[in-house]
């Protein structure tokens, strides 16, 4: 067996629906590799979650299993990294209480990432955003640094919030002392994969999205309603692939078949339906192992808890030796040897 490098990678999600194929090409293909590199921590994010989703804390609790089935059946291993629930871990709260000192509002409201994702969810918070919210990197420094994770994988937009973590760390250091570690940002290939309505952004609350989990008919049924060349009428008309969902599709899906594909399009040689068929057959293929898998886990739940609970167990250990070592620093650590 290979020897991981010594570093540690934290990543995770917010559960709040089940992961998509967006998830699958964005982030979860580059789990599956780093777990054979690196000690991985991946947080299942419910306190993140609940910070724009306060008040429906029955959509956080019934997707805590859905985002960790997801990814256990497309290989992320229990036995190569290590899953945690993060409010089973009372440390990140304690240590957000610490940071939050350490960083001021006006700061926070300058974060690229915050103000992109305050000004998208204006549905949710209307003029004014909520403390818990507008904090949420300082809390994602709390999770970076509890479990002394060195390597944190994002996409370029969420830049600004490592950046404000690496801030909070120096600042904390200066002031009490070389206790924490300075993360680094792994930029992940990270691929943004359109919905299937040609918007730049896959999700649920788009209605525009492929689950790992959706059935052989709801993708069928999906593909069949997806966005192709409006111009082409007929099946001879000459169509444009480059506008075409479909076509954008089977290059993630349909490997060799493409470039056939393309210029049967464009010469008006190819149907749209018979188009799209072969679509749904490519990723159903793609897809079928990973619904054989999560099946596997959905028929046992209890299976799913323990690996939860038992890296839950694992991961709060490392947090309690930080918040140790945190709370000598600031001079917290009263009692001690009394
Ligand atoms: Fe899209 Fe295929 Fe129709 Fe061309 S033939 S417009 S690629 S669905």
Do not use: W
């Not at 992109?116 to 640094?145: M, N």
């Not at 209890?302 to 890296?311: N, R, T």
């Amino acid at each position: 067996m290979e020897q991981k490098e010594s570093k540690r990678i934290l990543t995770g999600d917010r559960p709040t629906g089940k992961l998509h194929i967006g998830h699958y090409f964005g982030s979860l293909q580059s789990r599956i590799k780093l777990q054979d590199e690196y000690e991985a921590f991946i947080e299942v994010a419910d306190v993140q979650a609940l910070t724009d989703n306060f008040n429906n804390p029955e959509k956080v609790k019934s997707n805590v299993n859905e985002i960790l089935m997801d990814q256990l059946s497309v290989g992320i291993d229990p036995s190569k990294v290590t899953f945690f629930l993060q409010s089973m871990i009372p440390e990140i709260a304690e240590l957000t209480v610490f940071y939050s000192n350490l960083v001021t509002i006006a700061r926070l409201q300058r974060n690229p990432t915050v103000k992109t994702e305050i000004a998208q969810k204006r549905d949710v918070f209307g003029e004014s955003v909520t403390y818990g919210f507008l904090g949420y990197p300082v809390s994602q420094a709390a999770d970076i640094t509890a479990f002394n994770a060195n390597i944190i994988p994002v996409g370029e937009d969420q830049l600004p919030l490592i950046e404000q973590c690496r801030e909070i760390v120096r600042k904390f250091n200066s002031i009490y002392g070389e206790t924490l570690k300075e993360p680094e940002a792994y930029l992940s290939s990270n691929k943004r994969i359109k919905g299937l309505d040609g918007n730049e952004k896959m999700g649920k609350s788009l209605g525009n999205a492929i689950y790992l989990a959706d059935s052989e008919e709801v993708i069928a049924q999906k593909v069949m309603n997806a966005v192709t060349d409006p111009a082409r009428i007929k099946k001879d008309d000459p169509g444009n692939p480059n506008i075409c969902m479909v076509a954008y599709y089977h290059n993630l899906f349909s490997g060799g078949e493409v470039k056939n594909i393309c210029e049967e399009c464009k010469k008006g040689k190819r149907g749209c339906v018979s188009c799209k068929k072969q679509l749904i057959k490519n990723i159903n293929n793609h897809l079928e192992p990973i619904r054989d898998k999560r099946r596997y886990y959905e028929e046992r739940p209890e299976l799913v808890k323990e690996i939860l609970m038992e890296g839950t167990n694992v991961a709060r250990k490392e947090a309690a030796r930080t918040m140790e070592k945190v709370k000598f620093a600031m001079k917290l650590d009263y009692f001690k040897g009394e």
